[in-house]
């Protein structure tokens, strides 16, 4: 990267997967001046660099607390308006099955050093996920830019705890503006005080427990018996990648979690097309009659605008 100038380069990603690897300084002072026009710079997995700063990017991505710390004292990013940060523990890269798995830490994670981000304004700790909100929370109540910083996205909240742990995060922000809130769950949190609230959907569908031994009945047209479903098994697939749909399937699933919320001791109707939709959104639902009703749905395409599915609910 750094034998020729990439006047064009507006987005550069960089990282170790498996142990930190430290560029050499001078190398990657030329590789920064040969893009001129870098304004997203993302640091992924280990670090690469030894402490540095860098003038004129826009926005920076940082994916482990690793990477976090190896900024090291005392930086300073004076352009950053956006930062997406995960200051969490790394994850591993485990060469045996090819998944990231996090290890369990051996000593205390290390201190959050003093970055200075005087231009900052969003704020995205959502992909820390909630299981790591507190790691999120502290760099949020640490920082300096708090002070400036006008949008804060954040994972999830599941319950009145998590809301109050919010409150106490944002504590002492004067410039917040709004907050984001990137997934749904069963939780509809009230308003917060003097900030504007972009909430996710509220999940439309059943929890895990309500779920749990009830099924739908489908029926194909001029067929005698029906093909049934288990709602559970939709219900997992829902609660980890729901808000990743495209906005058709998202509004396919959406619809039909509020026909079957509706559904009484009588049988509905319903859209094979909308069905058609929600099904082969996810491939990976398979067992307990999915795998069978969207090869049922295939076979049949394509499906009139308004052809109907008789369905009613069944005890699994």
Do not use: C
């Not at 990439?6 to 560029?23: C, D, E, K, N, S």
């Not at 482990?64 to 997406?84: K, M, P």
């Not at 200075?116 to 995205?124: T, V, Y």
Request: net charge negative; hydrophobic share 45%; aromatic share 8%.
């Amino acid at each position: 990267v750094a034998r020729r100038e990439h006047v064009w380069l507006a987005r550069f990603t960089i990282g170790a997967v498996y142990q930190p690897t430290t560029i050499a300084a001078n190398v990657a002072s030329e590789a920064f001046r040969a893009m001129p026009r870098l304004e997203t710079l993302e640091l992924r997995s280990q670090p690469v660099f030894a402490p540095f700063s860098h003038p004129s990017i826009k926005r920076l991505v940082i994916q482990s607390r690793d990477v976090y710390v190896a900024l090291g004292e005392g930086a300073s990013f004076e352009d950053v308006a956006e930062l997406d940060v995960v200051v969490a523990q790394a994850m591993a890269y485990d060469e045996y099955d090819g998944e990231y798995v996090e290890e369990p830490p051996e000593a205390a994670a290390a201190a959050l050093p003093k970055v200075s981000f005087p231009s900052l304004r969003r704020l995205d700790l959502a992909h820390h996920g909630i299981a790591n909100i507190d790691a999120a929370y502290e760099l949020l109540r640490t920082i300096d830019a708090r002070a400036h910083v006008t949008h804060v996205k954040i994972p999830q909240l599941r319950n009145g705890a998590d809301r109050e742990d919010l409150i106490a995060a944002i504590r002492d922000m004067p410039a917040l503006e709004a907050i984001e809130v990137a997934h749904g769950s069963y939780y509809d949190p009230p308003d917060l005080p003097n900030v504007r609230f972009v909430r996710a959907e509220t999940w439309p569908w059943p929890t895990q427990e309500l779920a749990q031994g009830r099924g739908l009945r489908i029926y194909m047209p001029l067929a005698k018996y029906g093909d049934t479903v288990t709602l559970v098994d939709a219900v997992y697939v829902m609660e980890t990648s729901y808000e990743t749909l495209p906005p058709p399937a998202r509004a396919a699933w959406s619809q039909l979690w509020q026909f079957v919320a509706a559904l009484d001791k009588e049988p509905g109707t319903f859209s094979a097309r909308l069905l058609a939709e929600a099904v082969d959104a996810f491939p990976s639902l398979m067992q307990n009659g999915w795998r069978e009703l969207r090869e049922e749905l295939s076979a049949r395409r394509p499906l009139a605008a308004d052809a109907m599915l008789k369905i009613e609910r069944s005890k699994i």
